[in-house]
């Protein structure tokens, strides 16, 4: 029995910080942004989304370091990201293990 190519309904998305760059793939934006912060533990204030252009308008990039109301009002409210993070620890980590650095 042959099986048929499985269609990914993966996203491709492109962020980074300072210098360097990394692609990941998500199935949505949501597990996509969870993994660029937890990718930058230390630092998600200051990650960048290059790429698809419509999640340029997400961004919760912050020089003063605070980014965590900004990441609650993407996910969809109070204490929304934390949340999410619990409740899509599967996903996320699969997304996580597929990143990428491009530079």
Not at 21 to 36: D, I, V
Not at 50 to 75: H, T
Not at 84 to 90: R, T
Request: with cysteine; proline share 3%; charged share 30%.
């Amino acid at each position: 029995m042959s099986m048929g190519k499985i269609e990914s309904k993966l996203m491709p998305y492109e962020y980074g910080a300072m210098s360097s760059k990394f692609r990941l793939h998500a199935e949505n934006k949501l597990t996509a942004y969870a993994t660029m912060v937890l990718h930058y533990q230390n630092s998600p204030h200051l990650v960048a989304i290059y790429s698809p252009q419509e999640s340029k308008e997400d961004s919760w990039m912050s020089f003063d370091g605070k980014c965590a109301d900004r990441l609650d009002e993407i996910f969809g409210g109070k204490d929304s990201f934390d949340n999410y993070l619990k409740n899509n620890v599967k996903e996320i980590r699969e997304c996580y293990k597929g990143i990428k650095r491009l530079v």
